[in-house]
């Protein structure tokens, strides 16, 4: 006798699963407007205290305790702009983790050096700000380069910065692979998922799971045991990989979760991607083609140096929301 069926187990435990989740996301809502309530609550005790320390230092003429009150005040400063900007995020999958997938968008060796340096930027914006990243699939190019990569990096609000990147990057260059050192233009594009799980149900019979032989070099060896892993999903043909891990588990776990961010971000944002930033290295020139800021020095933004693009967008996007 099967029980499920008298008390009707399998709907109630999908309806278990959706409750599970919407509590997960309840929760995870409180404990981020408790902290904002925490931080205006603590901003506002600070401006009260060095207003009352300032006038208390000017009426004994205490030079000293005034610096120092300069001093607190400047820290409270960066509290009200870091304030400003977790405001600026309007859906509350910002704050989630993220997948950031880079992916040259020709099999020239321009095109995949383009990727490269990319890779290299999202690797130095992360380690800047100190957030956590790690590779989770690579696929080197022919010559030099990279054909594509997906990192998976964890921070506060990480979807919701990483967001302002989709889409595609051109760079215009003279070729360091032409001879005759002739001026190119290369694109590469930037895909942004996030980190979800209850959000997301899969149908296990929907995904066709593949294993190969991972390559990545780990330290001065290079392993060859088959241990990365693809999965496809067949309704829609979305194609993910992990070969971050030496434990085909573990692999196999992060791409499920990666492929829960695909199929949440194609759900909920369109698939069109466009052009969004020009990179000018003969011009020393990147332009954001979607706000219009500028920046002249290149080799700061190449390296890590994104949060003018990402703040500009973000007060850009909710501009046009209040309109």
Known sequence: MHLGGLFNYTAKHKRLLHVNSEIEKLERERLTLEKFEQAVGQLEQGLLEGHDLLK???????????????????????????????????????????????????????????????????????????????????????????????????????????????????????????????????????????????????????????????????????????????????????????????SVHKNKATAILYLKGKLYEMQQHSQLTKEIRSYHLNKSLIKDLRTGIEKKNVAAVLDGDLDDFVKAYLKDQAFKSNV
């Open 56 to 246: 208390l230092a000017q009426q004994e003429y205490d030079n000293e305790m005034a610096q120092l009150v300069h001093q607190d005040l400047k820290a409270l400063e960066q509290q009200l702009s870091y304030l400003e900007f977790t405001n600026l995020f309007s859906e509350k999958i910002d704050a989630h983790n993220a997948f950031l997938s880079i992916q040259a968008c020709s099999d020239n060796t321009n095109a995949q050096d383009w990727a490269e340096m990319l890779l290299r930027m999202y690797l130095r914006w992360t380690e800047q700000r100190g957030f956590a990243s790690e590779i989770i699939a690579l696929l080197p190019g022919e010559v030099a380069g990279i054909q594509s990569a997906t990192l998976h990096i964890r921070g506060e609000y990480m979807y919701g910065c990483l967001r302002t990147e989709k889409g595609k990057h051109r760079l215009v260059r003279h070729s360091p692979f032409d001879l005759k050192n002739r001026l190119c233009t290369s694109f590469a594009e930037i895909f942004v998922a996030p980190e979800v799980d209850n959000e997301v149900e899969i149908n296990h019979e929907d995904l066709r799971i593949d294993f190969y032989r991972d390559r990545r070099a780990r330290g001065a060896h290079v392993t060859r045991i088959n241990s990365a892993v693809q999965i496809t999903h067949l309704p829609t043909n979305i194609v993910v990989q992990s070969d971050l891990h030496r």
